[in-house]
């Protein structure tokens, strides 16, 4: 069974720009959540898809937003980028959605750099 | 506001004995935690995973624990090997159903031989 797949694995952006990642859960996972890596804040929720809806935000500002299509694969974007985005980006997929508990599976990251 | 806290940033153990990574929570309402392993510039590798109506849990090598009333968890893992040399994150979710894992902020393991 293939694991969680995120591409691009690493990323040059320069500021003000946007940039979109993508990840494709585990076959037969419905919920794909997103995380953000940074030396100083650690590993911060950003958002979770089910079904093709957001079901929980983090607390991050407006310019992260993500989608995720009928396949359950998603895409995060990032819109007028900051040098404080830099970080490395995680999407874990799960088959939550039960009403258990159930483990979240990560991807390898996309490594993001602004510049 | 720190809700889940892992207090020592690293561990040095000697391989072959016990390596025991703590964590701590303030949110009552978390009743699901899990231990996670992450190599640099790799995404988190899950490892284990307690139910707040269990007091321990056991896989392998690997033990967790779970004291709800001093809001405290350990992770054991026996024997250690150089191969366990990672940071080890916990985490923690207050909502059944839902995917929004609180991680610490880790712990650097390093097991030598």
């Known amino acids: ?115 | 506001d720190q809700q889940v806290k892992q207090n020592s940033p690293s561990l040095s153990v000697q391989e072959g004995r016990i390596s025991i990574l703590n964590c701590d929570y303030t949110n009552s309402m978390f009743d699901y935690f899990l231990w996670y392993k992450k190599y640099p510039a790799e995404g988190p590798t899950f490892l284990i995973s307690i139910s707040s109506i269990k007091d321990k849990n056991e896989d392998g090598r690997f033990t967790v624990f779970l004291n709800k009333s001093a809001k405290h968890l350990s992770l054991h893992i026996v024997p250690s090997q150089p191969g366990d040399s990672a940071v080890y994150f916990c985490a923690a979710s207050a909502m059944r159903g839902f995917q929004k894992l609180v991680f610490g902020t880790g712990t650097r393991l390093l097991v030598s031989p």
């Open chain 1, 1 to 115: 069974k293939a694991g969680v797949t995120q591409t691009p694995r690493y990323l040059i952006k320069t500021r003000g720009q946007q940039v979109t990642l993508s990840c494709s859960p585990i076959s037969g996972h419905r919920s794909v959540s997103w995380y953000q890596q940074t030396p100083g804040q650690g590993l911060q929720f950003l958002f979770e898809y089910f079904s093709e809806t957001q079901r929980n935000k983090g607390n991050f500002p407006g310019r992260f937003s993500g989608r995720q299509f009928s396949n359950s694969r998603s895409e995060m974007n990032v819109s007028t980028l900051e040098l404080g985005d830099s970080a490395l980006y995680l999407c874990a997929s799960s088959s939550t959605g039960t009403g258990g508990f159930t483990e979240a599976f990560f991807g390898q990251g996309t490594r993001l750099t602004v510049v």
